[in-house]
């Protein structure tokens, strides 16, 4: 198994340009995840997607947009950049269990690392 | 608002000595996760703590969760420089067996193991 892939690894854009970060699990997981990460901030979640067809707005939502295109795959799309989407993005997935089934930890992806200029 | 606050942010250690690492946050939770990224890594899960008085330990790592005092704390034994890494502790507002799924990272805590 792979786990959680992403693509790309690394890009530099220009302010006002648009882009999509793939993401995608091999795992069977229903529940998927957006986090930026910034020094000094630990991660931030942006967007969610408990399950198959459903997606929410996490923390910092703002300036971005995704998509649940399936159960493997959850991508995330910056319309128009800015210098403050420079971040390090993470993919996460999980398995969300039922009331009382106790809690899963996240598989992380190995990240994308973003410079808008 | 949910808040986790981390300290210390930096902690340099000698080998062979031990520390502890504090995790503080702000809203009712009973679950409670501990992940190390090495730098220009990804996160790797550590422990998954869901009751209070939960304790789990790995090697030279020990966590444990207090809700009551809403603290959770990752105890290093006879650190080595294989430990050196930055440690997050994540909360899930999921509560009485519901998982929300949505966590809230820490700040980090950097760690280095000195010889």
């Known amino acids: 198994n792979a786990g959680v892939t992403q693509t790309p690894k690394f890009q530099v854009l220009k302010t006002g340009q648009s882009m999509t970060l793939q993401c995608a699990q091999d795992?069977?997981?229903?529940?998927m995840y957006w986090y930026r990460q910034d020094p000094g901030m630990g991660l931030r979640l942006i967007y969610y997607s408990a399950s198959e067809g459903t997606t929410d707005k996490g923390e910092v939502p703002n300036g971005y947009n995704v998509s649940r295109l399936n159960k493997r795959e959850f991508s995330l799309r910056l319309e128009s950049a800015a210098p403050s989407q420079t971040s390090v993005y993470f993919c996460?997935?999980?398995?969300?269990?039922?009331?009382?089934?106790?809690?899963?930890?996240?598989?992380f992806g190995p990240g994308t690392r973003l410079l808008v200029l | 608002e949910l808040k986790v606050e981390q300290n210390p942010l930096f902690l340099s250690m000698q080998e062979g000595k031990n520390y502890t690492i504090y995790c503080n946050y702000s809203t009712t939770s009973d679950r409670l996760y501990w992940y190390r990224q090495d730098p220009g890594k990804s996160l790797e899960s550590l422990f998954v703590?869901?009751?209070?008085?939960a304790v789990k330990q790995e090697g030279r790592l020990m966590a444990s969760l207090d809700t009551k005092a809403r603290l959770s704390t990752l105890h290093i034994t006879a650190a080595v420089h294989d430990l050196s890494a930055t440690y997050f502790c994540a909360v899930d507002v999921g509560l009485g067996g519901t998982s929300y799924g949505k966590l809230t990272f820490g700040q980090g805590t950097i760690l280095t193991v000195h010889p």
């Open positions: 996460a997935s999980n398995i969300k269990r039922a009331q009382g089934q106790g809690g899963e930890t996240q598989y």
């Open positions: 703590l869901l009751s209070n008085g």
């Open positions: 795992m069977n997981h229903n529940s």
